[in-house]
């Protein structure tokens, strides 16, 4: 237990090291707060993919993504990491992917441990949410609107493909080689995960 809280104190601080660069590229090299925020959701997944293996108990996962959530929750009050915050659009995104993190977390620890019920979702999130932010907005091509928010056929398609591909390539070597087997069941994720991302506010 006592490795397992340092391996908690050391991923926390690689999280907080994570906001520290986007800040500083935000800023100190006035990269734009959408750019920084990308790298923020990608290298947050990519942490996260840690969980599993170094974190054994869902309640430090649980401390984990509760101590963040209230980080997000105390910059957006306090106008704090513009790098995270300052995009022309409300979102709760950042708040809410630390719940989303706990629950496929809690899923997967309670499904006895099957890896791809933690694995594909954070994967999805951490891939293919920013691959469709960056080809929107790059080729925003077939605009349309859900509420307030603006989106495009080109960033929905992005996320489709790679929701596609990122399905393939863990159901192929965590479960079974066969493509033909596969290949529904990727094919299903990729367009329920891709209408869930384009009805989401």
């Known amino acids: 237990m006592s490795k397992e809280i340092i391996n908690t104190g050391f991923l926390g601080a690689l999280f907080l090291v994570l906001f520290a660069i986007a ?14 925020r ?14 599993p293996v170094v974190l054994a108990n869902h309640w430090l996962v ?27 659009r409300i979102s709760y995104g ?13 899923v997967y620890d309670y499904s006895g441990k099957e890896p791809l019920f933690f694995y594909l979702p954070i994967l999805i999130l951490a891939i293919c949410d ?13 605009a349309f609107r859900i509420g307030k928010d603006t989106k495009t056929l080109m960033g929905a398609f992005s996320f489709f493909i790679s929701s596609v591909a990122v ?26 995960s891709s209408v869930a991302e384009v009805l989401s506010v």
């Not at 920013?130 to 077939?142: D, E, M, N, S, V």
Request: charge should be positive; proline fraction near 4%; hydrophobic fraction near 55%.
């Open 62 to 88: 649980l401390f984990l993504c509760a101590s963040f959530a209230l980080i997000l929750i105390i910059s957006v009050k306090f106008g704090l990491l513009k790098s995270v915050n300052s995009i022309d």
């Open 94 to 106: 950042s708040i809410l992917y630390p719940i989303a993190v706990y629950c496929c977390y809690l």
């Open 130 to 142: 920013p691959i469709a932010a960056l080809f929107g907005k790059r080729w925003p091509y077939g």
């Open 167 to 192: 399905s393939l390539i863990l159901f192929y070597f965590l479960k079974t080689k066969n493509i033909n087997g596969i290949l529904p069941m990727a094919l299903l994720i990729a367009v329920t």
């Open 23 to 36: 800040e500083f590229l935000y800023h100190k090299l006035k990269v734009k707060a959408d750019q920084t």
């Open 38 to 51: 990308n790298i923020v959701h990608f290298g947050t997944g990519v942490l996260t993919l840690f969980f």
